[in-house]
């Protein structure tokens, strides 16, 4: 079968160039139909809570701020998993959702007193910011 072809196109070198001409022509069609986005948005199921504590101590910030957060946290429903960083004047808490929760619900389940800053990140590398 693939000899016929061949030997045809040997042939009649003009159906070559119309089968190489069609492919790179439709090609181009698709290729300007399709759909593309470079930071297609993705809903990410993590919040990041990071907290400024100046002049304080990674144990200060610990006990002082991320303890109390985390403590606060803990009564949320579709919550996964809960992780904390304690530096020097500094302190984050990354809280994982399950996979599918609506995350503006999660964090609409619960109100931090004080000034926390609420990011939630998403895969494309923008983010949008709440303040809570």
């Given at each position: 079968?693939?000899?016929?072809?061949?030997?045809?196109?040997?042939?009649?070198?003009?159906?070559?160039?119309?089968?190489?001409?069609?492919?790179?022509?439709?090609?181009?069609?698709?290729?300007?139909?399709m759909?593309?986005?470079?930071?297609?948005?993705?809903?990410?199921?993590?919040?990041?809570i990071?907290v400024?504590?100046?002049?304080?101590?990674?144990?200060?910030?610990?006990?002082?701020?991320?303890?109390?957060?985390?403590?606060?946290?803990?009564?949320i429903?579709?919550?996964?998993?809960?992780?904390?960083?304690?530096?020097?004047?500094?302190?984050?808490v990354?809280?994982?959702?399950v996979y599918?929760?609506?995350?503006d619900?999660?964090?609409?389940?619960?109100?931090?007193?004080?000034?926390?800053?609420?990011?939630r990140?998403?895969?494309?590398?923008?983010?949008?910011?709440?303040?809570?």
């Open positions: 079968m693939m000899r016929k072809v061949l030997s045809f196109l040997v042939k009649h070198p003009i159906w070559s160039n119309v089968i190489l001409y069609g492919t790179i022509g439709f090609g181009l069609i698709s290729l300007f139909q759909r593309y986005s470079f930071f297609p948005e993705i809903q990410s199921g993590i919040i990041t990071q400024a504590f100046p002049g304080a101590s990674p144990q200060e910030v610990e006990e002082g701020v991320i303890l109390k957060i985390e403590e606060n946290l803990e009564g429903e579709d919550i996964e998993r809960i992780t904390s960083v304690s530096r020097e004047n500094f302190g984050t990354n809280v994982e959702a599918g929760v609506n995350i619900r999660v964090l609409a389940d619960r109100r931090f007193g004080g000034q926390h800053q609420i990011t990140q998403n895969h494309s590398h923008t983010s949008s910011q709440d303040q809570l």
